[in-house]
């Protein structure tokens, strides 16, 4: 008898696969912090900005909706591609701490991220009755 047939109303295979990504990264984040307790050093590890994988935890939400939704859809539709970029702003603003990379220099990619939402939603179609 499955969750749901026993009428608590949860759906355990639903549950756990939601949040088997954000899971994941949690996990990747504390066998990094273990690797750099243990002395294993990482060559894209930089110690001094350890904080900024907390930030990178931030892409696991939005990743997990995309999974879901796409496993929904069977495809990549506009709520996959928004949650996936979501999840990409993330992860660009971690990774140029995490890499101790210039602002300066890579300020650029969000512009490219910026024209990435406006193909994802596309032009706004107005309502017969004037609302959006």
């Given at each position: ?94 990774m140029i701490f995490i ?33 959006r």
């Amino acid at each position: 008898m499955t969750d749901n047939e026993s009428g608590n109303g949860t759906n355990t295979a639903a549950w756990r696969s939601h949040r088997i990504i954000p899971a994941l990264l949690v996990v990747a984040v504390g066998l990094i912090f273990l690797c750099g307790n243990l002395g294993v050093q990482l060559p894209f590890l930089d110690w001094a900005n350890w904080w900024a994988w907390f930030i990178l935890l931030g892409a696991a939400w939005p990743l997990s909706e995309a999974w879901e939704r796409y496993r929904a859809v069977g495809t990549v539709d506009g709520a996959v591609a928004q949650s996936l970029l979501s999840a990409l702003a993330v992860a660009m603003v971690a990774m140029i701490f995490i890499l101790d990379l210039s602002w300066a220099k890579w300020w650029p990619l969000f512009v490219i991220y910026g024209g990435l939402c406006m193909l994802v939603h596309g032009p706004r179609r107005r309502r017969r009755d004037g609302a959006r």
